[in-house]
């Protein structure tokens, strides 16, 4: 197989996948670990909040592409889960500190 370089990539990434920060130097110093935190929250919140209304949608026939309302179901779930892992991890972090200073 033969893939272009100009290919955009990004456009197949999940909602839950775009904004999420790279780590890269483009990142603004301003920004920070609270503040990413938060974001991340808001975006799991927002994709929550899509698929209900999609499932609403469904329920009173205003949408019939239940192909799209499963999508967005997934992207949530799998939004949630990341937020979720994140979370444990931190707390695991958090509670290796704590040890270390005991």
Same mark, same amino acid.
């Given at each position: /197989? !033969?893939?272009? #370089? *100009?290919?955009?990539? !990004?456009? %197949? ?6 904004? +999420?920060? @790279?780590?890269?130097?483009?990142? $603004?110093? *301003? #920004?920070?670990?609270?503040?990413? +935190? $938060? *974001?991340?929250?808001?975006?799991? !919140?927002? +994709? ?5 209304? $999609?499932?609403?949608?469904?329920? @009173?026939?205003? @949408? #019939?592409?239940?192909? *799209? ?14 937020? /979720?892992?994140?979370? !444990?991890?931190? +707390?695991? %972090? ?5 040890? /270390?200073?005991?």
């Amino acid at each position: /197989m !033969n893939f272009s #370089t *100009d290919m955009n990539i !990004n456009a %197949a990434e999940p909602a839950y996948l775009r904004n +999420l920060p @790279t780590g890269k130097a483009e990142q $603004s110093a *301003d #920004t920070g670990f609270q503040d990413m +935190l $938060s *974001d991340m929250v808001k975006q799991v !919140n927002t +994709l929550q909040k899509d698929a209900d209304a $999609s499932i609403h949608g469904l329920a @009173t026939g205003a @949408t #019939t592409n239940v192909h *799209d309302v499963t999508i967005k179901m997934a992207e949530a779930g799998v939004a949630f889960d990341l937020m /979720m892992q994140v979370r !444990n991890k931190l +707390l695991e %972090a958090y509670q290796q500190i704590i040890k /270390m200073q005991a």
